[in-house]
């Protein structure tokens, strides 16, 4: 199953846990599971046919597998069944990723260098296994259904994607496709597929965890091989290829925005992402259970980049930090229910509520409780601008917001405030969805995707979660208050490593309160609740005292007859 063979007795042996020996025992662990996908049982509920034919057309000359979430050759079920297919009607086999009108998945320069230069290993690596990968400057619905009409393929593969655009794709392309022309969709990027797990939006992860675990046991397997495929092909692309320098030099979106390079993640593609696995598995995954929630100890995985743009498999993560269950069992526990359980859930509400990115798709509780505390004074306002410059009276937001614009990431606990705060300082909860989502997708390199959506839905609207004592602006919803934050972690040591930063000059004139007075009209609300919740104590007590007396004889209808002990 996993890869992980260098062991002494139960604990690893780290002197010869290399980086080389780990990718090695990695590929050796694929050789077993299946020499070629053929020797591997392929489980087929991975699987949904699109469209109304179901087999592969007749006296086709090939397969075509449509990358675009799962971008990476090994470890991807919906490669391996394209080439499965591919080699049962002994036809070649095809990979293509469309670059056009993209601007939502890739929305900055940054994101689209990331991409691109992860899709260079993919591009060689397809050359050596004889699978010929083309990028395509075109757009993914009209140039895909002309390069299929023109090629007489036989069936397209694609790839599960629960948003709204990719979801828009693979429809138009169904209704355009010829009718004795196959679209079988695979998911590539769940453990357990999103239609096998649930077939509804669940409630929260205490809904889904059972769900997902009882189907880990057949699910989380490991991989065979993508080997070389034996029959090749050429397509006619009527001068619709696009080079990798062309792709990088060319990009344009309107939602760019001057970034500047990753340093930490550089370069991207499977094999980079795989070091940064082998490097968590070595260096921070042994006390992930007690620092991963400090962000001034930044004691993360980091890998949610290469997740994210399908270059490196959650499954492939999963089987290897499980390898470590027995040493850091703990660790291992607390990482794989967020890597599992958190993602996947994820992916469940983005699959099965179409309003996953507005006010709509909160629950009626949440609806109701910020729509009454709408109209509530706002102590700050800002505009988007001013978020995006961290230009806020919060030093820590300020530094939650440098170091996304520096590094294109941010750890997931300062995310909530960070979140939750443009709730608090915008004029209604619909503009801090409209600006949260704008932010986290320009900035992060992990946005565009479910959890980044759930994320900010989580924060503002309360999905996933449940309601809170009651409060002004919040209503119901969990609220993050700047102190408390001071008494979780070293904001100290945080806010001096992204620069402290206070601006002052974009507050409102109205009269700014200091730390200690904020806490202290919290800890007054707070004290005025409890002396309510004591009074109603108290009249329930005297209300009790004057109640009648019951008979000691006399048995109450709840209590439960004393049951008589057997000699």
Not at 395 to 409: L, S, Y
Not at 520 to 548: A, F, G, I, M, W
Request: charged share 30%; hydrophobic share 35%.
């Amino acid at each position: 199953m996993a890869s992980i063979t260098p062991r002494v007795g139960s604990k690893v042996d780290w002197t010869k846990f290399t980086k080389e020996n780990f990718i090695s025992a990695i590929k050796e662990s694929r050789s077993k599971e299946g020499e070629r996908v053929e020797d591997f049982k392929f489980n087929k509920n991975r699987i949904r046919i699109l469209s109304d034919c179901k087999e592969v057309k007749e006296s086709s000359d090939g397969i075509l597998y449509w990358m675009c979430r799962d971008c990476r050759v090994q470890d991807n079920w919906a490669m391996l069944f394209a080439q499965r297919l591919a080699r049962k009607n002994k036809i070649p086999l095809f990979v293509c990723y469309f670059t056009k009108n993209g601007s939502e998945l890739v929305p900055t320069r940054r994101h689209n260098n990331f991409l691109i230069n992860g899709l260079k290993e993919v591009a060689e690596e397809c050359s050596r296994l004889n699978i010929k990968f083309h990028l395509i400057n075109g757009d993914p619905c009209k140039s895909l259904v002309d390069i299929v009409i023109r090629n007489n393929i036989g069936s397209v593969i694609c790839e599960l994607n629960p948003l709204r655009k990719p979801k828009k794709w693979q429809q138009t392309v169904k209704g355009m496709l010829p009718n004795d022309v196959s679209l079988v969709q695979v998911d590539a990027h769940n453990i357990v597929p999103v239609w096998i797990t649930s077939s509804k939006q669940e409630l929260a992860a205490r809904t889904i965890r059972p769900k997902i675990n009882r189907n880990l046991e057949e699910y989380l397997t490991g991989f065979p091989m993508v080997s070389k495929h034996e029959y090749a092909g050429e397509l006619n692309l009527n001068n619709m290829e696009y080079s990798f320098e062309d792709a990088i030099k060319s990009f344009e979106s309107e939602k760019d925005v001057d970034l500047p390079e990753i340093k930490w993640a550089k370069p991207s593609g499977t094999t980079a992402g795989i070091e940064m696995l082998h490097l968590f598995l070595t260096t921070r995954l042994k006390n992930y259970a007690t620092t991963s929630g400090d962000p001034s100890k930044d004691n993360l995985s980091r890998m949610s980049s290469w997740v994210n743009f399908g270059q490196l498999s959650a499954q492939r993560i999963a089987l290897e930090v499980e390898n470590f269950k027995n040493s850091y069992k703990e660790s291992v526990e607390r990482y794989l229910e967020e890597l599992i359980v958190r993602r996947e859930l994820s992916d469940n509400y983005c699959f099965y509520n179409e309003n996953y990115d507005n006010i709509e798709g909160a629950d009626k509780w949440a609806r109701t409780t910020l729509d009454i505390h709408r109209k509530d004074k706002r102590e700050y306002i800002y505009t988007k601008e001013q978020f995006a410059q961290a230009k806020t009276h919060d030093e820590i937001w300020n530094a939650a917001q440098v170091q996304v614009i520096n590094e294109g990431r941010m750890h997931g606990y300062i995310r909530m405030y960070w979140c939750k705060k443009i709730l608090e300082w915008t004029k209604s909860p619909e503009e801090a969805i409209e600006i949260g989502l704008h932010l986290n997708d320009t900035f992060a390199l992990d946005g565009n995707n479910p959890n980044g959506f759930v994320g900010v839905m989580w924060s503002i609207c309360g999905v996933h979660d449940h309601g809170w004592t009651e409060r002004p602006i919040f209503g119901k919803i969990r609220f993050m208050v700047f102190w408390s934050m001071r008494k979780k972690f070293d904001a100290d040591a945080f806010c001096e490593q992204y620069g402290r930063r206070i601006d002052n000059a974009t507050a409102p004139k109205a009269k700014k309160q200091s730390v200690s007075n904020i806490k202290q009209t919290y800890l007054n609300k707070k004290q005025s609740t409890k002396s309510h919740s004591e009074s109603d104590n108290e009249e329930k007590v005297q209300e009790k005292k004057s109640r009648p007396r019951r008979n000691k004889n006399e048995t109450s209808r709840l209590q439960p007859k004393k049951k008589t002990k057997l000699k």
